[in-house]
């Protein structure tokens, strides 16, 4: 079955350090995003990517980076400068930009600084 | 620029009793519109999408919603809840472009026996 795998699940990170949070796809499916959840605060869009090497920033990328080197892949690196990266992330793709696609989800990684 | 903003941070009914969450949003255009739902530690799953095609849409495990226009709502119901039903439910609007959803701040539906 086709979906959106994102891994690990749980992550626990030093302060100081980077660390990066895998997504992959195999629905073919050409968008991908990276939202953060925080409680009582809905889904934040961090980056999104609508082709192979290109992405744009969404509403709070500070501290964080991405890459789309393959078309299955849209991996996230929570980088030092991210004060309070606490939170769960969830990756999504998308078949298009068109208005009538919906986005699939994965199903998360919950990072915890230590 | 598209919004949605859902009333009610937390829900509470009774089995068998009618689910009601709102959703009213805010654009220049024909909206898209979507509801999804999240269980615990779970990503988001879609249950249904307005797309101008039918103001009532039916989506998955009993659900539906209508967009009303003249209210700019949009509107998720259920008959008769079950204990299945609880958990975190999200409204998002897709942008003009088509290439941002943006979602509301969540409803916990709390069902109880």
């Known amino acids: 079955d086709g979906g959106i795998t994102q891994s690990p699940k749980y992550l626990f990170r030093k302060e100081g350090q980077n660390v990066t949070l895998s997504c992959e796809q195999n629905l073919n499916h050409d968008a991908m995003y990276w939202y953060r959840q925080d409680p009582g605060q809905g889904l934040r869009l961090i980056y999104y990517?609508?082709?192979?090497?290109?992405?744009q920033k969404g509403d709070i990328a500070e501290g964080y980076s991405v890459s789309r080197e393959k078309k299955e892949s849209f991996p996230l690196t929570v980088t030092s400068a991210q004060k309070n990266p606490t939170a769960f992330y969830l990756c999504?793709?998308?078949?298009?930009?068109?208005?009538?696609?919906?986005?699939?989800f994965g199903s998360g990684t919950r990072l915890t600084v230590v | 620029a598209q919004s949605v903003t859902q009333l009610g941070s937390h829900v509470s009914v009774s089995e068998g009793a009618l689910v009601l969450l709102r959703c009213n949003y805010s654009?220049?255009?024909?909206?898209?519109l979507f509801w999804y739902v999240q269980y615990p530690n779970q990503g988001l799953q879609l249950l249904l999408k307005?797309?101008?095609?039918?103001?009532l849409v039916k989506g998955i495990n009993g659900f539906e919603a209508e967009f009303k226009k003249s209210e700019t709502s949009f509107h998720l119901t259920k008959p008769s809840a079950h204990m299945s039903d609880a958990a975190e439910y999200f409204c998002a609007v897709k942008n003009n472009a088509g290439n941002m959803l943006t979602f509301g701040g969540g409803t916990r539906l709390m069902v109880k026996p």
């Open positions: 990517s609508q082709i192979v090497n290109d992405f």
């Open positions: 307005y797309t101008s095609a039918a103001t």
């Open positions: 654009s220049s255009v024909p909206p898209y």
């Open positions: 999504a793709s998308s078949r298009g930009t068109g208005v009538a696609y919906g986005y699939t």
